[in-house]
């Protein structure tokens, strides 16, 4: 079955640091982007950072200096290096996989961030 299993989820303080990791497993080919998006209550889903598989990356000016997206293309998993944190990064944060026939996501793992 594919899916995207994502890890690395959790409570920090702010100014403090989390690594999220997203692995693609069972038959998902051909990937183009990966990438990272995120929700909070009340707000649409939006992107935080992606790479695609060339190395071209793309941040969102809110995350920008603070966080680094970094991909494994063999292993087709795909990291997110948050430092910095603040309590308005706190969100359901969604891996994502662009190929040519759909987009996958991951089931969402939780960042709350306090103050």
């Known amino acids: 079955q594919a899916q995207l299993v994502e890890s690395g989820g959790g409570l920090v303080q702010a100014g403090g640091s989390l690594r999220l990791s997203c692995a693609a497993s069972g038959s998902i080919f051909s990937i183009n982007a990966m990438g990272w998006f995120r929700q909070a209550p009340g707000k649409q889903r939006e992107l935080v950072a992606s790479v695609t598989t060339a190395g071209r990356v793309n941040y969102a000016d809110s995350v920008k200096g603070r966080v680094a997206i970094a991909r494994d293309n063999a292993a087709n998993t795909v990291y997110l290096q948050m430092v910095s944190l603040k309590p308005e990064d706190t969100a359901v944060y969604y891996c994502?996989?662009?190929?040519?026939?759909?987009?996958?996501w991951g089931q969402g793992t939780q960042v709350t961030v306090s103050s």
């Open positions: 994502n996989a662009e190929t040519l026939e759909r987009d996958y």
